[in-house]
Nanobody, 115 residues
Framework: QMRLVESGGGLVQAGGSLRLSCSAS????????MGWYRQALGKQRELVAS???????NFADSVKDRFRISRDNAKNTAYLQMNSLKPEDTAVYYC?????????WGQGTQVTVSS
């Protein structure tokens, strides 16, 4: 079974930056897609960004000009660089990884952007 652990969340002022990391461990064969989702209080979980093993990226419209996603396949780690943060980016950010038909989630990391 694969386990995902996120790190890098915290409190930042509007306009600031944060970098989230997601490390996969356990039984790993080939991780196809790694991604980041977020869930704000009272709202549904939404996709923020994803990246395939080949490097193809997908972003939510609300973040595509501000966030970058990358991954190190050798380390089974994905990163989310968040720049020009806004109060509306405040949410719990979850890492997600797909391996075959199995989808795994991290425990989430809180990102709070103050105005």
């Amino acid at each position: 079974q694969m386990r995902l652990v996120e790190s890098g969340g915290g409190l930042v002022q509007a306009g600031g930056s944060l970098r989230l990391s997601c490390s996969a461990s356990g039984t790993i064969f080939r991780i196809n897609v790694m991604g980041w989702y977020r869930q704000a209080l009272g709202k549904q979980r939404e996709l923020v960004a994803s990246i395939t093993s080949g490097g193809s990226r997908n972003f939510a419209d609300s973040v595509k000009d501000r966030f970058r996603i990358s991954r190190d396949n050798a380390k089974n780690t994905a990163y989310l660089q968040m720049n020009s943060l806004k109060p509306e980016d405040t949410a719990v950010y979850y890492c997600n990884a797909n391996q075959g038909s199995v989808r795994s989630w991290g425990q989430g990391t809180q990102v709070t952007v103050s105005s």
